[in-house]
């Protein structure tokens, strides 16, 4: 620790710091504040802390845990969010309506069809409009298409933390073409903006429609062709099984939502449970798998992107004629009141809770994201695991930080 | 000092250029001169040693050939993955970007060489010093081609291991001196899996020690002369099998690549290295990839030996005996080829002018000139051929470890060292004993 050489570096921190040198703990410089805090940041025999992030190949994002290992095992795990905070719910108290639209567009950027849809339904309620029915179709067609590119990405990933190079390209193939199509459609390939109270911003068009047409006559083959490198293999299956069990009960009580609550049984869906715009005319199923592990999750997913593909297609068979947007003044002033509404994104139960006072602003915009409430649960599902194993479990959860981070 | 200075600033560039090969040519001219001048002595000394001096040219040899051969493998990586891939690869520096390894390598040579506060210097330094010369000292042994190989042992196989296993102390050496928790894991991990797949690996040989009865590496390629069908892999399957399951692991690739795994521990041992530190572990790893493949092809596909004996050619034509014909033919042919070669592009595209022709009938002659001058390399040196054969077949294998990194995913460590202690070390036992005992029965039912 005393190493003396000849030639001071400007790297060395005791030219700067004048604190003792050693190794970087992540114990936090205040003291414990809870006790849980007090518990976790207390080292037993043969126990050592290391930390995973915020900069670390595989934490998606800017995600950092604390791991208390015990060799290669984990003994407690502790996740520390904060380091992608925006402030976008106290930006949003501060544009008007429309423009919180682009505001809370990059909160889950796998999947900002869904960011908007949950604050316009909760802002449609406050002024009580009646979306135009084709704006509806417009709004799930585009909103499914979105879904199954994060699924997809989703599925790269997943291999990418089990060490795979391959599968991850694969499925930008599928992801990219996708996105270029909503490119097409919103005028931008990953924060659309494209959404409106009242209706959507644009009609379908040549270029969005010619491209769906061809995608729509080869996805579901060509998805399971990609998927064929994974789903079969040896090593991923093994590593996946078993990993990070949870039971519907524990899996309710934590709060999860989405394909993770599915995985474990529970056929719970925004788009069943509580209809919102036109699911209610679509006819497609609920996949459910009763492990609640991670392969599990990981192949809810995959029968997810097949049944979205069914809503693609009779959204497109059944789309109707008319106007995209409800007549509405330029300038919005709700009436006072609050509103929640709820959309089932990617990774679960999004929501949006808006308080209007009256004035063209919204008085508070609470938004509620899933990968939040998913993460809080890793610390149990990795206890006793390995370190790979982590990065397994944080994985198969899909949290998106832009919008556990807000 | 001041005037030479002087007068080297006020020089331009080719006549710095011009000045410096000056130099050079002196300084050659000078030592040719001492070399004749003193040749006798010299010569009567090297042969005294002949040993010693073979020794020390296949080491520089060995050692000058590890880096093109790690960059070879590199950039076969880079491009086979991209494509694998779906994607274009390195196609920026050289033809198809087959040089970006070489800018890779000045790259590292040029990045900061930084060793971390708290690091343990010296051992920090020598780690990757012993992981780089353990695998090019286990090139010594390898028999490229038919008397081209560095030292033929007659214990060159346990040589071969007990230098492979030293590898395993650098890196050690570098996750235990980093400083870093990271590291620690990295070196721990490659320390428990290199050490358990080494018995697998070893004991996977036995076998075909038992029937080919020597450890000499040369001796083995020589008993598997003939019809590829002599091979041991017909003899050994199993003992390929485990030998290539374990020395992937040993060589830390995909699926085993545990120690470096950069989604669960950043760079393991590698993580605090930097510059041309760390290029030593990046070489080698490629150059065990290179070995690793060498050897699987010595053991049990007949190394440089063809896969079916060629038909002799023997060549009326000896170029020796053509005398001054032969000066005239060199003066001659090239001019001549060249214009043959460029005639058909100027006469059949009339907007091609002459001196593009021109410039594609001299590619076109260089291509046939090489072609042909290899192909008399490959019919009448026996060595030429069986350089070939044995790179054709190492770089398969190198193409599988290539299309292994990129079709599979990593295992964990309880698979891992489940997979070597509970499958890998029972099925070569079995190997074992089956051999013995088909090796003693087929000697009992002989005599």
Wanted: charged share 15%; proline share 6%.
């Amino acid at each position: 620790m005393t190493a003396t050489s000849s030639r001071p570096s400007a790297d060395d921190p005791r030219i700067t710091l004048d604190q003792e040198l050693g190794i970087f703990e992540p114990v936090p410089p205040y003291p414990p504040r809870t006790e849980r805090e007090a518990e976790f940041y207390t080292l037993g025999d043969g126990q050592m802390f290391i930390n995973m992030g915020p900069q670390h190949p595989s934490t998606h994002g800017v995600l950092r845990l604390v791991l208390k290992l015990e060799g290669e095992q984990v003994v407690d795990l502790d996740p520390v969010v904060g380091y992608l905070h925006r402030g976008v719910e106290k930006l949003c108290e501060n544009a008007d309506y429309h423009h919180t639209i682009s505001q809370v567009d990059p909160l889950e950027y796998i999947s900002a069809l869904f960011n908007e849809w949950a604050p316009v339904m909760a802002y449609e309620k406050l002024l009580d409009v009646e979306v135009p029915r084709r704006a509806e179709y417009i709004r799930v067609l585009s909103a499914e298409l979105n879904r199954i590119a994060s699924h997809a990405l989703f599925m790269g990933w997943m291999a990418l933390d089990l060490g795979g190079l391959t599968p991850i390209l694969w499925s930008f193939i599928e992801r990219d073409e996708i996105v270029e199509m909503l490119g097409a459609l919103t005028g931008q390939r990953m924060l659309f903006n494209y959404f409106r109270i009242g209706g959507v911003n644009g009609d379908l068009n040549h270029d969005f429609m010619s491209r769906l047409g061809d995608w729509m006559t080869r996805a579901t083959d060509q998805i399971e062709a990609n998927l064929t490198l994974l789903n079969t293999n040896e090593i991923f299956v093994r590593r996946m099984r078993g990993l990070g069990t949870i039971d519907g009960q524990t899996a309710l009580q934590m709060c999860w939502t989405g394909p993770n609550l599915r995985a474990t049984g529970l056929p719970f869906d925004i788009r069943r449970a509580h209809p919102f715009s036109v699911y209610q005319e679509l006819d497609f199923d609920i996949p459910t798998r009763i492990e609640g592990d991670c392969l599990a999750r990981y192949l809810l997913r995959l029968d997810e992107i097949k049944q979205s593909l069914r809503i693609i297609d009779q959204c497109l068979h059944r789309m109707p004629d008319g106007p995209i947007m409800a007549k509405l003044p330029r300038l919005i002033r709700p009436r006072p009141g609050r509103a929640y509404a709820a959309v089932e994104s990617p990774r679960g139960q999004y929501a949006a809770y808006a308080i209007s006072d009256g004035t063209d602003q919204p008085f508070r915009l609470r938004i509620h994201d899933p990968s939040f409430i998913h993460l809080q649960s890793v610390g149990q599902l990795v206890q006793g695991q390995l370190i790979a194993d982590t990065m397994a479990v944080m994985a198969s959860l899909d949290p998106v930080m832009g919008g556990v981070d807000k | 000092m001041t005037f030479v200075a002087r007068t080297w600033n006020r020089l331009t560039i080719p006549g710095r250029v011009l000045l410096g090969l000056f130099l050079l040519g002196g300084l050659l001219t000078g030592a040719l001169i001492a070399l004749i001048i003193f040749s006798e002595p010299i010569l009567e000394l090297l042969g005294a040693n002949l040993p010693l001096v073979r020794f020390v040219g296949a080491a520089t040899v060995v050692l000058l050939m590890t880096i093109p051969t790690a960059f070879l493998i590199i950039y076969m990586e880079m491009k086979i993955i991209a494509l694998m891939n779906l994607r274009l690869g390195p196609d920026r520096v050289g033809p198809f970007g087959s040089l970006l390894s070489v800018v890779h390598g000045l790259k590292v040579l040029m990045k900061e060489d930084f060793t971390p506060t708290g690091a343990d210097a010296p051992v920090f330094t020598l780690a990757p010093v012993v992981t780089y010369l353990a695998s090019v000292m286990t090139l010594l042994v390898i028999p490229f081609a038919p008397g081209l190989f560095g030292q033929d042992m007659n214990i060159a196989l346990l040589y071969f291991f007990a230098i492979s296993g030293l590898g395993v102390v650098g890196l050690l050496m570098g996750g235990w001196s980093s400083f870093n928790k990271y590291s620690l894991l990295g070196g721990l991990r490659s320390a428990a899996q290199v050490i358990s797949y080494e018995v697998p690996l070893v004991l996977s040989v036995v076998g075909l020690l038992i029937l080919a009865g020597t450890m000499s590496l040369n001796q083995l390629v020589l008993n598997q002369a003939g019809w590829f069908t002599d091979w041991y892999i017909w003899q050994q399957p199993l003992g390929f099998l485990i030998f290539f399951i374990a020395a992937t692991a040993e060589a830390n690739r995909t699926p085993f690549d545990l120690t470096e795994a950069d989604s669960e521990i950043v760079a393991g041992f590698a993580t605090e290295y930097s510059g041309m530190r760390f290029g030593f572990f990046f070489f080698a790893e490629y150059v065990n990839v290179f070995i690793v493949s060498a050897l699987t092809v010595t053991l049990f596909f007949g190394g440089w030996n063809a896969p079916f004996p060629f038909p002799e050619i023997a060549l009326a034509f000896d170029p020796g005996s053509l005398g001054i014909a032969l000066l005239i033919l060199v003066a001659v042919v090239p001019v001549v080829g060249t214009l043959i070669l460029a005639m058909p592009f100027y006469l059949l595209r009339s907007s091609m002018p002459f001196w593009q022709a021109l410039v594609i009938g001299f590619v076109l002659f260089n291509i046939v000139a090489v072609a042909a001058v290899l192909g008399w390399a490959f019919v009448s040196l026996e060595w030429v051929a069986g350089l070939l054969w044995f790179m054709l077949k190492t770089y398969t294998f190198v193409f599988i470890f290539v299309w292994m990194r990129g079709t599979l995913p990593r295992v964990r460590i309880d698979q891992l060292m489940g997979f070597a202690w509970k499958w890998l070390l029972p099925a070569s036992l079995l190997n074992l004993f089956v051999t013995a005992g088909a090796v003693v029965l087929v000697r009992e039912l002989g005599a």
